[in-house]
């Protein structure tokens, strides 16, 4: 599933961009969404020839200065329809002026830039429309609104990873591996820096009212980097093997041919935690739910334990039971 989307949750400007798996591997994977400026920020679907010439030009133009709707307007209006050829390419994202302007600029009608309160491009955009409908369970309780809309927005993004990862043999041939997201938080556009995916198992066992808990192998690790993104995947639990595989998401801009990644360690050292349960019994899986927690504390539902280089979780099981129950009920 390809996804570039401009939207607001309770009106924060949020901006996310995927990384796309294809056939079971990763392609040569840029980054769709982009900083310009604290007030400014783009993505792009299409053709990355097309992306790396206007990125470029609108980093050169505007990263050092404040940003107005005006200026957007000129930038791309004064571009000509032969510039790209058929080389149809769009732009989305946020400029904040008086206002926060939600905008599209299609390469092919460079004379025109269109407004709304939101925009999706690529094959997800029904999908993630119904993902937007649904409540969020943060796992905690009542938040801020900054930080609620954060949680929410990982719970849309982590959700469309992991049912694409579990399913994806009745998808297409290619889904979302992570996704960068930026969102406007205390007057300026900020990425959320790094998620851990950790899956569970949980089966329930209707004779003892409980369960018994069992982490998935593989660990997912999304660190945004900033002008680059790092995702990586390791067995860890009764599977580690002592490999952490990673993968770079390059600007498209620059191929970063000098890039080591040999020396970046998976660590469990994250902002935040998107944990997917599977509730099982008899065999069967009788409902799914996503947890994001922002924190591990002692007191805090997901425990993280380190023995002979692996990581091994756990998640209280009594707020497990409680869900099941409810669930149930």
Known sequence: MTLIAAYRHKGIPVLIGDMALSKGELRSLRKKVYLINNNFAVGWTGYSVVAKEVITALKKAYSNKRVTKESVEH????????????????????VIDKEPYC???????????FYNDHFFEGS???????LRKREWDSGGS???????????????VAHARFEESLYRKSWDLSFGASYD???????????VRSIAYIGWDYFWDSHKGTGCL???????????MGEYSIIQEALHGRYYDGRTINYLSRPVYDDMPTANLSDFPLTLQSDYYANYFLFRESGKTIFKILLTVQKITS?????????GGAYLLDYDTDELDQIYRKHNT
Request: a negative charge; one cysteine or more.
């Open 299 to 307: 007191e805090g539902p997901l425990r993280v334990k380190k023995h």
């Open 124 to 130: 997800g955009e029904e999908y993630f429309e119904s």
């Open 103 to 113: 905008f599209l600029w299609n390469c092919l009608y460079p004379k025109e830039i």
């Open 142 to 156: 009542a938040l801020p609104v900054e930080e609620e809309a954060v949680l929410s927005v990982i719970n849309e």
């Open 181 to 191: 997201i930026l969102i406007f938080l205390k007057g300026r556009f900020r990425y």
């Open 214 to 224: 069992e982490q998935a192998p593989i660990i997912i690790k999304h660190n945004c």
């Open 75 to 94: 930038f791309f209006k004064m571009h000509e329809v032969a510039d790209f050829g058929s080389l149809h390419t769009n732009f989305i994202g946020w």
